[in-house]
């Protein structure tokens, strides 16, 4: 009785002789990664130091600062734009924008790897035209997202929140509710079930500082209240 050996592919760059010109972690990638994050770090606390973000209480920022300026904000804006968009008879499709796109992406980035990987192993590379096709993909694909977010985040005033949370406002101006739980169980619901109390101006009203009036409010601080 034999021995069934399996099947294993074999990268011609690891057969002998020894050695070869591998990519050594050191020094070689671990003087590449220094770098590359030393120059990230630099850029960041740069950027922080040159251009901070107003948070003196003795003369707090006005309530349109921010405007226009990139933000790491943006993003999550950009995320949540279904709740602003999608209201009345609409909000049915949030889901479509909230959940699902979101799924269907990420399920997408995780089968790429399995179907341009197995040619990979098999020692088969991918045509040059399959990879600039991928290539100029992947490009478009950033390049909409990025030119979609500033598009609809530029307005947002990412640093004037300070202008009016603040402790110099009012007891409690700058905090949260001392009892979160008992205030949305509570006095929110209240206010969601009574409807004493409405934002939007889209023509269908919006419950109470809901997540359509936390964007309007991010955006419009000065007439969204």
């Not at 009574?194 to 936390?214: C, I, L, M, P």
Request: aromatic residues 16%; hydrophobic residues 45%.
């Amino acid at each position: 009785m034999t021995d069934k050996q399996p099947d294993l592919i074999r990268d011609p760059k690891y057969d002998p002789p020894y050695p070869q010109d591998f990519h050594r972690f050191w020094p070689r990638h671990v003087l590449k990664t220094l770098f590359v994050s030393a120059v990230t770090i630099a850029l960041v606390v740069g950027l922080a130091y040159f251009y901070p973000i107003p948070s003196d209480v003795n003369m707090p920022p006005l309530p349109t600062e921010g405007e226009f300026i990139p933000a790491p904000e943006w993003y999550l804006i950009y995320i949540f734009q279904p709740f602003w968009y999608l209201t009345g008879e609409a909000a049915a499709w949030r889901s479509l924008g909230t959940f699902w796109a979101p799924l269907v992406i990420l399920l997408a980035a995780f089968v790429l790897p399995f179907v341009f990987g197995r040619k990979k192993a098999s020692g088969k590379r991918l045509p040059a035209g399959v990879k600039l096709l991928m290539g100029a993909g992947a490009l478009a694909i950033w390049v909409g997202m990025t030119a979609s977010v500033f598009n609809i985040a530029y307005p947002a005033k990412s640093a004037g929140c300070t202008s009016c949370h603040n402790p110099m406002m009012g007891v409690r101006q700058a905090l949260p509710p001392a009892d979160m739980a008992k205030y949305y169980k509570g006095s929110r619901q209240m206010q969601i079930n009574v409807g004493g109390y409405r934002a939007g101006s889209t023509g269908v009203a919006e419950s109470y500082k809901d997540a359509n009036w936390q964007l309007r409010h991010y955006f419009e601080p000065t007439m969204t209240w």
